[in-house]
Structures are given as C-alpha cells and as structure tokens.
C-alpha cells in the first residue's frame, strides 16, 4: 500500500524533506503522496519516515492503493534506477 495524508494535515512541513522518494508534495489544501513514487520506504528505511515524524498522525495508509511488499521493493529497485539515470 501507498501513504496518504488525510485532511487533518497541519502543513506543518516536517514529511515532506523525510521522503527518501520525493513522493510528498504540496497539494491544493494540504501536503499529498503520489502513489506512484511511495514505497512506505521499502528500499531505505525499516518504517515510513513520514509516519515517524508526523505530529498529528495523519498518515494512514492508503486502502485503495494496495501493495504487496514485492511490489514495494521493484517499485524501489525502479525508482531508484530512474534516479541514477538522471544524475
């Protein structure tokens, strides 16, 4: 599954650099996860870095956006080979 931030998001800010995948941006209201880029942090960390350090335990994880671990990490191993191509 991917992450999603709910509409009690503070903008507080604080996620957003946290994502090893850039995948947290500002929306209309409040900040947002593109599920294409979420891996929950698969690939870089043991938990999502967004949950960690949200103080108002917005982000859930997203029911519609279901995701096998296996589907996490060749989401990772993509994502990052698209990176490196690009530096």
Same mark, same amino acid.
Request: charged share 30%; net charge negative.
């Given at each position: 599954?991917?992450?999603?931030? +709910? @509409? @009690?998001?503070?903008? /507080?800010?604080? /996620?957003? $650099?946290? /994502? $090893?995948?850039?995948?947290?941006?500002?929306?209309?209201?409040?900040? #947002? &996860?593109? *599920?294409?880029?979420? +891996?929950?942090?698969?690939?870089? %960390?043991?938990? $999502? #870095?967004?949950?960690?350090?949200? *103080?108002?335990?917005? &982000? *859930? %994880?997203? *029911?519609?956006? =279901?995701? +096998? =671990?296996? #589907?996490?990490?060749?989401?990772?191993? =993509?994502? +990052?080979?698209?990176?490196?191509?690009?530096?």
């Amino acid at each position: 599954m991917a992450l999603l931030i +709910t @509409d @009690d998001c503070i903008n /507080c800010d604080v /996620c957003e $650099p946290e /994502c $090893p995948n850039d995948a947290i941006s500002m929306g209309a209201e409040f900040y #947002q &996860i593109d *599920p294409h880029k979420c +891996t929950e942090c698969v690939g870089h %960390f043991d938990e $999502p #870095q967004c949950q960690q350090v949200c *103080p108002v335990a917005c &982000i *859930p %994880f997203n *029911p519609e956006w =279901r995701e +096998t =671990r296996e #589907q996490l990490e060749a989401k990772y191993e =993509r994502l +990052t080979a698209e990176k490196a191509k690009v530096a």
